[in-house]
């Protein structure tokens, strides 16, 4: 994936044969974003902070949790980092979050989600940019 980003404009991702998008890395990558939170304890309640996310912003989907680290990807947020950060910043005593970070989705990501078939074609539409 680093040559891709190295070398390429345009990228294709192809899923099983079919062509599942089409675009600049930007496009591409403008699936969403990662965001990563790591909690007081332990203890503390992931699923009230699943629903939190879900209900803030839908589609969202918990990718990964290891004790105190819950990971989530979040394909629509209409404020953007702006809205994302806002609300996570606003809730971090309730919610018991110790520090978090918000990232673009990485080139990796995107093409594991796609294979994993987490991505829907309606979510990177296949298009000309030119």
């Keep these: ?20 998008c089409l675009g600049s890395l930007q496009h591409i990558k403008n699936s969403g974003f990662t965001v990563k939170m790591y909690l ?8 009230a902070i699943t629903g939190f996310m879900q209900r803030r912003f839908p589609s969202t989907y918990l990718k990964d949790q290891h004790s105190a680290m819950v990971e989530y990807h979040v394909p629509v ?5 702006a809205d994302i950060f806002n609300q996570l910043e606003s809730h971090k005593n309730a919610l018991q979050i110790k520090h978090f970070s918000v990232s673009q989705t990485t080139l990796d990501e995107v093409f594991i989600n796609f294979a994993m078939g987490k991505i829907g074609m309606e979510t990177i539409p296949i298009h000309d940019e030119d």
């Design 1 to 20: 994936m680093e040559e891709c980003e190295a070398l390429c404009s345009r990228l294709a991702i192809m899923v099983k044969g079919q062509f599942r």
């Design 40 to 47: 007081a304890d332990a203890s503390c309640d992931a699923e």
């Design 77 to 81: 947020a209409p404020g953007g980092v």
